[in-house]
């Protein structure tokens, strides 16, 4: 019956937020692996969620790329408390396609919500002299500020191998990243199964000590396949919700 599944999903929420030891876990049915649709619950539970940690004024909330949160920006809509929010980037260049991209997200947040949002030019794969020159230039300092003062991140989080396939990794990285046996990334970071740190993609912004001083933090994250990395990165991540899917949450609690 409905009731039952009711039960049974908010029974393995609770065991998953123990499991993964956070604040708040959310689990759609479906798997986003399997069913297109799914990532679209995913946006919506999401968007539930971001309501729900506004602060009354002065919401700086930055977001990263990727499908997960683009489905996120979809199913916003106009809220009179989102109405004075900004939409920042969390980082830099990925190698994202446009659509996935981090600026074009957040400005499409800022739309759909009718909110105001500023954004972050900076190229893919930042030469070591780029980087110094690019952080110092005003323009990008005065976004850094913004950046650094999210009141709420809304992030990704990606199978290491399918995201260093999906940018156009260079073969030394690529070997790096076996080597080091990276699991997981997020917002450019790459980990292993431990959580630890293995190799970070060198661009501007939101830096992962900085999520120490944030208040909210939302990660969106599922489908099967990513189920090893979501459980990586959460080993020392200060992520306090992360929304999921069935068919992740599944696999992480080898129920499948
Ligand atoms: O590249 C941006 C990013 O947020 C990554 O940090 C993350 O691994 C990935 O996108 C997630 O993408 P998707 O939601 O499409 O799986």
């Known amino acids: 019956t409905v009731m039952k599944e009711v039960f049974d999903t908010q029974s393995m929420e609770e065991e998953l937020q123990v499991h ?30 971001v309501k729900q940690r506004l602060q009354p004024s002065g919401n700086i909330i930055a977001v990263t790329g990727g499908t997960s949160i683009a489905a996120v920006a979809e199913m916003l809509v106009p809220d009179s408390d989102l109405k004075e929010a900004l939409f ?21 947040m800022a739309r759909k919500a009718m909110g105001s949002y500023r954004l972050l ?25 913004l950046i650094h003062s999210a009141t709420m991140v809304i992030h990704g989080i990606g199978d290491a191998q399918t995201m260093a396939e ?33 190799h970070k993609v060198l661009t501007i912004g939101l830096q992962l000590e900085d999520l120490e001083h944030t208040d909210a933090i939302l990660a969106v994250a599922g489908g099967a396949s990513k189920a090893e990395a979501v459980e990586a990165y959460m080993k020392k991540a200060p992520a306090q919700v992360l929304v999921t899917d069935e068919g992740a949450a599944k696999r992480m609690l080898r129920r499948n």
Request: proline share 5%; with cysteine; aromatic share 6%.
């Open 20 to 49: 993964l030891g956070i604040e708040e876990v959310h689990i759609v049915p479906g798997d986003s692996d399997v069913h297109g649709w799914v990532k679209k619950e995913l946006g919506r539970t999401a968007v539930g969620v």
């Open 166 to 198: 999906r940018r156009s990794t260079s073969p030394e990285v690529l070997e790096k990243l076996r080597r080091k046996k990276a699991i997981a990334e997020a917002f450019g970071y790459y980990f292993n199964a431990e959580g630890e740190i293995v």
């Open 88 to 108: 920042v980037p969390a980082r830099g260049g990925l190698g994202e396609q446009v659509e996935n991209q981090a600026n074009t997200i957040c400005a499409t």
């Open 121 to 145: 030019h900076v190229p893919d794969q930042l030469s070591r002299e780029a980087y110094d020159s690019l952080i110092n230039e005003p323009s990008v300092q005065s976004i850094l500020k």
